[in-house]
């Protein structure tokens, strides 16, 4: 089963889901996250058998998609722009992402998204728009996880 209404900001780079709150608070744009340029991203919902990672979770309060680190043992920071906290998962479905180490990335998807360290979100590397993060620094690809990650548009 999947999910669409996944876009990517065009001021911030992340994923974010837009079909339910409006568009949740961006860290680069007063307005919330600006999916005006974006394609539509479905999804998947997690099965505990489904290929792909799994550990994704979706922020009511921001509206990004993020991994939850905590949840999945790590500890990490995982700071929400709407916040300065932690963000949430309050709430969320469970998502599987199609990743390079988990099943690999099916051909017909779209590569070029990464896993960002500080703000523990889906972030799109390859954009010509704007990449923002926690203290006004681009976001950074995990150290430890070289993870590629890709989506499928709809
Ligand atoms: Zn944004
Ligand atoms: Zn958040
Ligand atoms: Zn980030």
Known sequence: MTQDQWRLCRACAVLFYDGLHGTGVCVASPSGHDG???ANYALAHCDDDDIGE???RWC????QLHFDSLRAGYGGAGWCPATGGRHSSQ???RYSLFCSSAGGLPPGTQVGWRWCEPCQSLWYADTSGGNRCKNGLPHEATRDY???YSLKQV
Do not use: D, I, P
């Open 60 to 63: 009511h309060v921001c509206q």
């Open 36 to 38: 005006s340029a974006s």
């Open 91 to 93: 709430g969320s479905r």
């Open 54 to 56: 799994h550990g994704w």
């Open 146 to 148: 070289k993870n590629q």
